[in-house]
């Protein structure tokens, strides 16, 4: 599995400009709503209904909220760097600056584990989340995530 298999340069916010987790999901539902074909409201209870359950914040300053979805065919992945960190709740306590949102048919339960699999090495790769970090726009914010290790 490839990551580019799943998010593309147009999935990219380089500069999301939001003060909460709330709305963080609220701004990247809104856009994968566009890209799913579903609801914003439906993809967004969905990710608070996976927050309550614990938060998706991963530590180093990432979060990696995820959930399954009726209705969708393929799964959906975003991916956001934010203008400032924000709490998360994180494992480590750290704020949040870089969230990939994922989103998987709910017919396929196992789906989200792959993406969730691939996207962790990415992540935990060497210098990935600083070249992120210093990434100038979407571009280069997507070029440095999709790049084989």
Request: glycine letters at 4%; a neutral charge; aromatic letters at 4%.
């Amino acid at each position: 599995m490839k990551l580019a298999d799943y998010i593309k340069p147009e999935n990219v916010i380089p500069n999301l400009d939001v003060s909460s987790k709330t709305q963080v999901l609220q701004a990247m539902s809104a856009s994968a709503s566009q890209l799913a074909a579903v609801p914003a409201d439906t993809i967004l209870n969905a990710l608070l209904k996976r927050e309550n359950l614990g938060s998706t914040g991963v530590g180093q300053g990432v979060a990696l909220p995820l959930t399954r979805i009726a209705g969708i065919s393929r799964p959906v992945a975003m991916i956001a760097r934010l203008k400032q960190p924000i709490d998360f709740e994180s494992i480590d306590g750290k704020q949040v600056d870089i969230v990939f949102l994922s989103l998987t048919p709910d017919e396929e339960p196992n789906k989200h584990l792959n993406v969730l699999a691939c996207v962790s090495r990415k992540l935990r790769a060497p210098g990935v989340l600083d070249q992120m970090r210093a990434a100038k726009d979407a571009a280069s914010l997507y070029s440095c995530f999709i790049e084989e290790l």
